[in-house]
């Protein structure tokens, strides 16, 4: 049996264990990688950075842990921007395990930049049901959310006394890992018009650049390269642009992967074809 | 690292390699560790659904607040559970053409604005000029009329339709190329996390080791 072959029937666990081996190879060799920055990227970030201390960003955290390596590092980014820039920030989340990755984020982000809960953030909680949580914050964030998530009424906090619904708040950027973002598009742009910005995974970033096109959203972080961008462009060297290095590494060898079975698929195809046993 | 963050992340890594052992074959320790994941969902999702549903819109409401309109839905919901019933099966039906009623009228209207009218109109208003931009839009209203077209079966894929078509076919293919990219891309993102935590944790281990 000739080599390619061979790969034809190459069994797949040596391409796990390749892959493996792969993504070791940054461990022990660091490197950093040059990261081009998009323009649906750019867009975000410059609107954050055109926004004034004191002005309300919202933030959606709809993901939960089985996304958090693609989606942590862009919700890092954005609250990092938005806690140095002075801006009040109302967080709020609609996957059923997002508490815990909202915690994370505020517990970390809030001390280091010396922001206070309820005074800079709030983090409204969790809701079931996106469409009708969507629609009624539109109405009042106090519908779905008469307290947040630790219960404190939001009444009683110093920066949600002025604030009512979607129209009090210069943007959305919702980080997603599901169809979150069709709700927030439908029925919070579609209802209630207010820009909007997501952050998805890159399995999704394919069926959402047209609605970048067509306006409803405003800008778009796709997948770990979109947050490892947001990164370069806020200056904060977090997970995204450290995954930069494992991603051209294991690339490479699904690329390496790919070109050598095809190669083997014609290759043997032809060899087929001229025993006459090919289609 | 304290000696709580060396245990709790010690079962962390044990359970994201119990996970990985699947790759080479189904085992005790990769079923031990997706059950475990499966039932503390289902115990913590049960329980949030019931602290932020049942105790916030039906419990809190009815009995603290005395807000007695709640009991109408809290009864349509109710009524849901006589599907159990085939005595009392019919009564579910009110409470489900109550929840179609309201989400077909919620949906219908921003559904065709989202998805239909709004994505026409991006279509159809982009001019097509001389520069990269026109370039651009004739690119986009090209790939979209012949994806179009390939799903068109009431005319033979001969001759211009044909073309068209192909061209449809290329199109749609482009679309699932880059749809695989970066689905790759989010697939290794996973894997290189718990590498890099991995890393993390035996390197802070060591280090919590040698300074104990």
Same mark, same amino acid.
């Given at each position: 049996?000739?080599?390619?072959?061979?790969?034809?029937?190459?069994?797949?666990?040596?391409?796990?264990?390749?892959?493996?081996?792969?993504?070791?190879?940054?461990?022990?060799?660091?490197?950093?990688?040059?990261?081009?920055?998009?323009?649906?990227?750019?867009?975000?970030?410059?609107?954050?950075?055109?926004?004034?201390?004191?002005?309300?960003?919202?933030?959606?955290?709809?993901?939960?842990?089985?996304?958090?390596?693609?989606?942590?590092?862009?919700?890092?980014?954005?609250?990092?921007?938005?806690?140095?820039?002075?801006?009040?920030?109302?967080?709020?989340?609609?996957?059923?395990?997002?508490?815990?990755?909202?915690?994370?984020?505020?517990?970390?982000?809030?001390?280091?930049?010396?922001?206070?809960?309820?005074?800079?953030?709030?983090?409204?909680?969790?809701?079931?049901?996106?469409?009708?949580?969507?629609?009624?914050?539109?109405?009042?964030?106090?519908?779905?959310?008469?307290?947040?998530?630790?219960?404190?009424?939001?009444?009683?906090?110093?920066?949600?006394?002025?604030?009512?619904?979607?129209?009090?708040?210069?943007?959305?950027?919702?980080?997603?890992?599901?169809?979150?973002?069709?709700?927030?598009?439908?029925?919070?742009?579609?209802?209630?018009?207010?820009?909007?910005?997501?952050?998805?995974?890159?399995?999704?970033?394919?069926?959402?650049?047209?609605?970048?096109?067509?306006?409803?959203?405003?800008?778009?972080?796709?997948?770990?390269?979109?947050?490892?961008?947001?990164?370069?462009?806020?200056?904060?060297?977090?997970?995204?642009?450290?995954?930069?290095?494992?991603?051209?590494?294991?690339?490479?060898?699904?690329?390496?992967?790919?070109?050598?079975?095809?190669?083997?698929?014609?290759?043997?195809?032809?060899?087929?074809?001229?025993?006459?046993?090919?289609r | 690292?304290?000696?709580?963050?060396?245990?709790?992340?010690?079962?962390?890594?044990?359970?994201?390699?119990?996970?990985?052992?699947?790759?080479?074959?189904?085992?005790?320790?990769?079923?031990?560790?997706?059950?475990?994941?499966?039932?503390?969902?289902?115990?913590?999702?049960?329980?949030?659904?019931?602290?932020?549903?049942?105790?916030?819109?039906?419990?809190?409401?009815?009995?603290?607040?005395?807000?007695?309109?709640?009991?109408?839905?809290?009864?349509?919901?109710? &009524?849901?559970?006589?599907? @159990?019933?085939?005595?009392? +099966?019919?009564?579910?039906?009110?409470?489900? !053409?109550? %929840?179609? /009623?309201?989400?077909?009228?919620?949906?219908?209207?921003?559904? &065709?604005?989202?998805?239909l @009218?709004?994505q026409l109109? +991006?279509t159809i208003?982009?001019?097509i000029? !001389?520069? %990269?931009? /026109?370039?651009?839009?004739f690119l986009i209203v090209l790939a979209v009329v012949s994806a179009l077209v390939y799903f068109f079966f009431s005319l033979p894929h001969k001759g211009a339709v044909g073309t068209v078509s192909r061209i449809g076919i290329y199109v749609i293919m482009i679309g699932f190329g880059?749809?695989?990219?970066?689905?790759?891309?989010?697939?290794?993102?996973?894997?290189?996390?718990?590498?890099?935590?991995?890393?993390?944790?035996?390197?802070?281990?060591?280090?919590?080791?040698?300074?104990?």
């Amino acid at each position: 049996m000739s080599f390619l072959e061979k790969m034809m029937l190459i069994d797949r666990r040596w391409i796990y264990l390749s892959i493996g081996l792969a993504v070791i190879i940054p461990v022990v060799v660091s490197f950093e990688v040059p990261v081009s920055v998009s323009p649906e990227v750019r867009k975000i970030y410059d609107f954050v950075e055109s926004l004034n201390a004191g002005d309300y960003l919202f933030i959606a955290v709809d993901y939960d842990p089985s996304s958090m390596a693609e989606l942590n590092p862009m919700a890092e980014a954005v609250l990092n921007q938005a806690f140095a820039k002075n801006l009040k920030v109302i967080i709020v989340t609609l996957a059923q395990f997002g508490p815990g990755m909202v915690e994370d984020l505020t517990t970390r982000l809030a001390s280091a930049h010396n922001r206070v809960r309820g005074e800079d953030y709030v983090f409204l909680g969790y809701r079931p049901y996106p469409a009708i949580t969507i629609m009624l914050m539109g109405i009042n964030f106090r519908v779905p959310f008469p307290v947040d998530h630790y219960s404190v009424p939001l009444d009683s906090m110093p920066m949600m006394r002025d604030v009512r619904n979607f129209s009090d708040v210069k943007a959305v950027i919702d980080f997603t890992a599901g169809n979150t973002a069709d709700f927030w598009i439908t029925y919070g742009v579609g209802r209630f018009d207010f820009p909007l910005a997501i952050g998805i995974t890159g399995v999704m970033a394919a069926d959402y650049y047209q609605y970048l096109q067509s306006g409803q959203i405003f800008g778009i972080i796709p997948g770990v390269k979109g947050a490892a961008e947001y990164e370069e462009l806020v200056g904060f060297p977090g997970k995204g642009k450290e995954q930069m290095a494992y991603q051209v590494i294991a690339h490479s060898v699904i690329i390496a992967f790919i070109l050598i079975s095809n190669i083997a698929y014609f290759a043997t195809r032809k060899q087929k074809q001229q025993l006459g046993g090919g289609r | 690292m304290t000696t709580e963050q060396a245990i709790l992340n010690g079962i962390a890594v044990f359970l994201t390699l119990c996970i990985f052992s699947f790759l080479y074959r189904d085992n005790p320790f990769y079923k031990f560790a997706e059950r475990l994941v499966a039932g503390i969902a289902t115990g913590y999702w049960t329980m949030l659904l019931y602290h932020t549903n049942f105790t916030d819109k039906v419990l809190t409401p009815i009995f603290v607040r005395g807000q007695l309109h709640y009991i109408i839905p809290a009864l349509l919901g109710v &009524l849901m559970w006589t599907r @159990f019933s085939k005595k009392y +099966a019919w009564l579910s039906r009110y409470s489900i !053409a109550f %929840y179609i /009623g309201i989400s077909s009228g919620v949906t219908i209207t921003v559904t &065709l604005y989202t998805f239909l @009218f709004k994505q026409l109109q +991006a279509t159809i208003g982009m001019p097509i000029t !001389a520069d %990269y931009a /026109g370039f651009n839009t004739f690119l986009i209203v090209l790939a979209v009329v012949s994806a179009l077209v390939y799903f068109f079966f009431s005319l033979p894929h001969k001759g211009a339709v044909g073309t068209v078509s192909r061209i449809g076919i290329y199109v749609i293919m482009i679309g699932f190329g880059a749809g695989f990219g970066m689905t790759v891309m989010g697939r290794i993102a996973l894997l290189v996390q718990r590498v890099i935590f991995i890393n993390d944790y035996v390197r802070g281990l060591v280090a919590f080791i040698g300074g104990s």
